[in-house]
């Protein structure tokens, strides 16, 4: 498996896997200003980045405490919603819908992948310690 040794090239993946999980909560509570609140999708939107941000806790806890198995809702969350954005994004090329968004989703997809991979590897690092 791929692994990392640090985050951004030069940071521990302690210290990585906190500014990701303070990060990702804050681009998570930035949805909530661009929402519709009044439609069903957007309420839906809220709770999945709620549950999303209860997971971003969780790593955040994990990562300071270095308590691995408080990493696992982060990365199985992440996985899920990278798998997610890969299978929306297919979905609008397929259909011929290219807008704004579709750009965003990939950039989305790429950085959570890589996020992933950082917070996995200090998992990993974790267990053999």
């Known amino acids: ?10 940071v521990d993946l302690k210290c990585g896997s906190i500014l990701i999980a303070i990060v990702e909560v804050l681009i998570r509570g930035l949805d ?11 309420l839906f939107s809220l709770v999945v980045s709620g549950i999303y941000v209860i997971c ?3 790593l955040l806890l994990g990562a300071v405490l270095g308590l ?5 809702p982060y990365l ?4 899920l919603r990278f798998f997610i954005l890969v299978a929306e994004g297919v979905f609008v090329a397929t259909e011929g819908i290219m807008n704004e968004y579709l750009v965003f989703d990939i950039l989305q997809s790429l950085l959570g992948l890589y996020f ?8 990993d690092r974790l267990k053999d310690a």
């Open 76 to 79: 199985s969350v992440s996985c």
């Open 68 to 72: 691995r198995y408080f990493l696992l």
């Open 32 to 42: 909530r200003f661009f929402v519709d609140r009044d439609s069903l999708l957007g």
């Open 56 to 58: 971003c806790i969780f």
């Open 116 to 123: 992933w991979l950082v917070v996995y590897s200090y998992y």
């Open 1 to 10: 498996m791929i692994y990392s040794d640090n985050c951004c090239c030069c």
